[in-house]
């Protein structure tokens, strides 16, 4: 099993070390501390050695931070975790923050009157810091980078991670990491840049066509890196992890130095030195700008083109899916079996979905902790069933199922929900809704040049109509074999990057009742130029090719709800499903899928 069902952290861990915490604090003088959810990668998952909120607080959501004051502990979540973080942490010690309605500058000075507050400047972004600095300085309250006080009491701290590095072959990636390292050093010289600072684990193993396993459910190798403008790389990472073939991959133009030797290497560059102001560590922009440098802030040069898939990347994320399909419809037609004998759990079924991947045999790791959520827990967005949480699965029972796997040739993330014999009232108009939701975004045509933000509206709208929503964005980026959640892409009212063509997005929105269900449909989707319409005005459009191919639960269609060319739509992808996943299946396997794909009926 790649998934662990254990606790990570509990709330009775909570009040000592954060007791522990301010003592340090109060020592050397003092107010608070802020404790992000980050590494000094800004990654999303994060090594065993980093996971310092939920050591402090309990809490093990993907996203969020603890500001520690004298009196007070805020735990920042946005609308993903508001359910989560009451079960995680201790309410007496630690206080739930909805954010971002709620602000960390205003926050921390309607709580402390004036002090110094800590952070590490590793762990947190130039645009994090200018943010909250901006919104203190008519009050007498400083932030100052110092080293991590977390770390100084944390004393069983996990060893940072040894995972090797390993090649991802040109047949797959599409182009050379020679060929990207130019591409990526023209930009620079085009805009006056002697180098660019990279920090993010996915940009540096994209532009260099390799992986690693320093991450659970990400194949990255943790590593900063300096790319020149004449294509040179010097890659700041542990020796150890690069065998003489990777070495040999790598070539005499990629230079590998310990992690140690990379801030004395920054404040040695020269010239104008590029700096993304909303991914690299605060530290990075200090030691940049020291000197007299030049430094500019810009984007990663290397999240554009690595969103932008090449033909082979897409090729090979056709094929992931296909794979990945008929092993989610074998754990279908599976559960579809077993359920009504009211035997099954959460953990059953999480564990099933995932023998059922590995039984392909091409499974490196599931890309990211399956979520099976049975009832209430599926209203937890981000749940995550641990032995002392698994719930049973009995009659009338709402299963969210969001899961996915990595595979050399592509990344899936694949979200069903199903039910247990008939439904509870309400949840099928609900489930017909997210439906529509997703349908909307896969028929759409849209004009070249929009942003996700643009898009988001089209798969909340009928839960509007309804006086319903969802606290969470209806789309995120998609790895080639690499991070499940990738940017700059993203189908959210917060984007305002333009979708492009070879862009791999997850459609999925939802519906939560606390206490009761959730209800969530994910399909992968990518960017595509629009079919030619006859008589259409000359404008280029763009539109959505389905990646994913697994059926919706047919219990939990309201089909007279749904309009002429929704169903025509439902119609044609379940035929497509039988067609393209049915030859993949076991003899039962596919009479449930003939059977879970006829048309509806209205």
Not at 213 to 232: E, G, Q, T
Request: hydrophobic share 40%.
């Amino acid at each position: 099993m790649f998934q662990s069902f254990t606790a990570h952290a509990s709330p009775d861990q909570g009040p000592p070390r954060l007791a522990a915490l301010r003592e340090a604090l109060a020592r050397e003088g003092y107010a608070g501390f802020i404790v992000p959810r980050a590494d000094a990668h800004q990654g999303e998952y994060v090594a065993p050695a980093d996971e310092r909120l939920p050591w402090l607080t309990g809490f093990t959501g993907s996203a969020g931070f603890c500001i520690v004051l004298p009196e007070v502990a805020g735990v920042f979540v946005d609308g993903r975790y508001r359910s989560q973080v009451k079960d995680q942490v201790d309410t007496a010690a630690f206080t739930p923050i909805d954010w971002p309605a709620a602000k960390p500058g205003p926050w921390i000075a309607q709580n402390l009157a004036e002090g110094r507050i800590a952070f590490d400047p590793w762990l947190h972004t130039t645009a994090e810091i200018e943010a909250l600095r901006a919104a203190l300085e008519v009050h007498p309250i400083t932030l100052c980078p110092t080293d991590n006080f977390l770390d100084s009491v944390w004393h069983d701290r996990p060893p940072p991670p040894d995972g090797v590095a390993f090649i991802q072959p040109d047949a797959l990636t599409g182009r050379p990491a020679a060929g990207k390292r130019e591409a990526v050093a023209a930009t620079l010289r085009a805009e006056g840049q002697r180098s660019v600072v990279l920090t993010l684990p996915d940009s540096i193993c994209w532009l260099l066509n390799i992986r690693g396993s320093d991450i659970a459910r990400n194949p990255v190798v943790l590593a900063f890196a300096i790319l020149h403008d004449d294509a040179r790389v010097t890659l700041f990472a542990d020796p150890a992890k690069f065998d003489p073939v990777v070495r040999n991959h790598l070539g005499p133009s990629v230079t590998i130095r310990p992690p140690e030797a990379f801030a004395p290497a920054l404040a040695a560059l020269e010239g104008t030195i590029r700096v993304d102001r909303a991914t690299a560590p605060f530290a990075v922009g200090v030691a940049v700008e020291a000197d007299g440098r030049t430094r500019m802030w810009g984007d990663d040069p290397c999240r554009r083109p690595k969103a932008r898939k090449t033909q082979a990347e897409l090729d090979g994320a056709r094929a992931a899916h296909l794979r990945d399909g008929a092993a989610m419809v074998e754990c279908l037609a599976w559960f579809d079996r077993e359920a009504q004998h009211g035997h099954l759990t959460e953990i059953g079924v999480a564990t099933a979905l995932e023998g059922f991947r590995c039984a392909t045999g091409q499974l490196r790791d599931i890309s990211f902790d399956t979520i099976s959520g049975a009832g209430a827990h599926g209203a937890i967005i981000h749940y995550r069933v641990t032995d002392a949480t698994d719930a049973a699965i009995g009659p009338g029972t709402v299963l969210l199922l969001d899961s996915g796997g990595q595979y050399v040739d592509g990344t899936t993330d694949i979200t069903r929900t199903m039910v247990v014999g008939d439904p509870p009232d309400g949840v099928a108009a609900c489930y017909t809704r997210v439906l529509q939701g997703l349908i909307a975004i896969s028929r759409t045509r849209f004009p070249k040049g929009l942003a996700g933000r643009d898009l988001d509206p089209l798969a909340r709208a009928p839960l509007w109509m309804a006086g319903q929503d969802y606290d969470h964005g209806t789309g995120h980026g998609v790895g080639a074999f690499l991070s499940v959640h990738e940017g700059p892409q993203r189908l959210s009212r917060l984007s305002e990057v333009p979708l492009e063509p070879g862009m791999i997005l997850s459609n999925e929105p939802g519906y939560y009742r606390e206490g009761a269900f959730g209800i969530r449909l994910e399909n992968l989707i990518v960017v595509i130029p629009a079919p030619a319409l006859e008589g259409a005005d000359d404008r280029v459009q763009l539109a959505f090719e389905t990646l994913t191919w697994v059926p919706f639960e047919r219990r939990l269609i309201l089909a007279a709800s749904l309009s002429p060319g929704e169903r025509q739509w439902l119609d044609a992808y379940h035929a497509e499903v039988r067609a393209r996943i049915g030859p993949r299946l076991s003899v039962g396997a596919n009479d449930w899928l003939t059977r879970a794909t006829e048309p509806l009926v209205t």
